[in-house]
């Protein structure tokens, strides 16, 4: 059954990468998207289980000058259906903003991406995102990235910079008392899509005028040629992220 596939990959991704501990207050980024909303149901389930014991609070940020959006009263009624307080914010960006305090990003990752939009938009959403969860004494943010994210984030670092690291599963900011956590990392997308149908989530709507800008979608297209070549393909390459240290960063390394 697909719901009980999404249900154990995401309960052996939190054991497996220790994720989710007794005390957690986690702040799950909710953009509307399919991934967003399944990673909301399954930390809004998971937290009505009595061990670990954990709380859960939601955040949609709004950029007010690009128009990809999903309705906030579908969001709010999703969010008090999971018994979750959603807290919305608007934020907005300039081509050319400057990127150099961006939380997350290495100073060779921002030389590389600071002029592009999606970058930019991106990055001040993760800004809104991080506040948030300071005002709120979170101390996890949850991301809703899967497999087919983290291996295709892979390849692009790979194929356009030269170095093999993806997105870690679970990873300590050096700068902050935060912990990003992604607890769909072992789930794939097609599941998450078929999941999303089979529930129902209303799809966002997506008028992005920077969206073509990107080399995700051909890296995509890409991984499917490779699968149809070796079906095993993503777990040799997820084997590889974990053999190399990559997929858990405690910020223990400069």
Known sequence: MLEQQIVKRFRKACSDYQ????????????????????????????????????????????????????STDYLER????????????????????????????TRSQMLHKQKTPCFLCSWNRRKQIFNLAQALHCNKIALGHHMDDIIH?????????????????????????LTIIRPL??????????????????KQVKHCPYEHDTHRRAIAQLFNQVEQLNSEARFSIWNALKKAGKLVDDGDNE
């Open 185 to 202: 990392c072992l789930c794939h997308e097609k599941q998450i899509k078929a999941y999303a149908e089979e529930r129902g989530y209303e």
């Open 78 to 105: 999703f969010c008090q259906h999971m018994g979750v307080t959603l807290h919305v914010l608007t934020t907005r960006f300039e081509i050319g903003d400057d990127a150099d305090a961006a939380p997350s990003t």
């Open 19 to 70: 994720l989710i501990e007794d005390g957690d207050h986690i702040l799950v980024a909710l953009s509307g998207g399919k991934d967003s909303l399944c990673l909301l149901e399954m930390m809004a389930r998971q937290s009505r289980i009595h061990k670990p014991k954990f709380s859960v609070e939601a955040v949609h940020v709004r950029m007010e000058n690009i128009t990809y959006e999903t």
């Open 153 to 177: 984030t892979t390849l692009l670092n790979e194929f356009f910079q030269g170095r093999f690291e993806g997105m870690p599963v679970r990873l300590a900011m050096k700068k902050m008392p």
